[in-house]
T-cell receptor
Framework: DTEVTQTPKHLVMGMTNKKSLKCEQHMGHRAMYWYKQKAKKPPELMFVYSYEKLSINESVPSRFSPECPNSSLLNLHLHALQPEDSALYLC????????????FGPGTRLTVL | QKEVEQNSGPLSVPEGAIASLNCTYSDRGSQSFFWYRQYSGKSPELIMSIYSNGDKEDGRFTAQLNKASQYVSLLIRDSQPSDSATYLC???????????FGSGTRLLVRP
């Protein structure tokens, strides 16, 4: 089973709202990722968690705050977003940070008004 | 120079034909190569991974890797309209956490 799940599927939020995106995998993977994808562009890496610790932050603005409560769960907390943050947010996981083959979840389509 | 380059397309082929998608990369240290398929509005889905020079076949899909020439390709035999999607080439270096994506090639299979 190579399933990564994400909730919600769609999210509309105002610039003053606080919301969270959730990601879950039960494949025993120890690396989890957040990507952002704008229309007609490839996914852009935001964060990498390895063994539940943040290992990579690709210079993402602080209005995005990741959290890894346990080895199966990954959250992305959103606060004071801008309209240009509207995008498809993708979670992915792999066996570990160096081992390849990242499996993507279905994504959350975020719209910031 | 972009790290991973793909022709944006669209590549248009008739149903039943072979679709050939190409990708070149700049980092000679790259070790792992992937093809993802992405339907409009959906997430990337892994089609193939390849690590060694040569061909790797899986059903209608064949990935080809040539490290000396720094290219990787994906052949889709007996193309179906349901294959119409954007195909993303992704490359990873040894001990690297980062998957470097090309900008994707849009494939259109005409019935």
């Amino acid at each position: 089973d190579t399933e990564v799940t994400q909730t919600p599927k769609h999210l509309v939020m105002g610039m003053t709202n606080k919301k969270s995106l959730k990601c879950e995998q039960h494949m025993g993977h120890r690396a989890m990722y957040w990507y952002k994808q704008k229309a007609k562009k490839p996914p852009e890496l935001m964060f990498v968690y390895s063994y539940e610790k943040l290992s990579i932050n690709e210079s993402v603005p602080s209005r995005f705050s990741p959290e890894c409560p346990n080895s199966s769960l990954l959250n992305l907390h959103l606060h004071a977003l801008q309209p240009e943050d509207s995008a498809l947010y993708l979670c992915a996981s792999s066996q570990d940070q160096v081992t390849d083959t990242q499996y993507f979840g279905p994504g959350t389509r975020l719209t910031v008004l | 120079q972009k790290e991973v380059e793909q022709n944006s397309g669209p590549l248009s082929v008739p149903e039943g034909a072979i679709a050939s998608l190409n990708c070149t990369y700049s980092d000679r240290g790259s070790q792992s190569f992937f093809w993802y398929r992405q339907y409009s509005g959906k997430s990337p889905e892994l089609i193939m991974s390849i690590y060694s020079n040569g061909d790797k076949e899986d059903g209608r899909f064949t990935a080809q890797l040539n490290k000396a020439s720094q290219y990787v390709s994906l052949l889709i035999r007996d193309s179906q309209p349901s294959d119409s999607a954007t195909y993303l080439c992704a490359v990873k270096g040894y001990s690297s956490y980062k998957l470097i994506f090309g900008s994707g090639t849009r494939l259109l299979v005409r019935p």
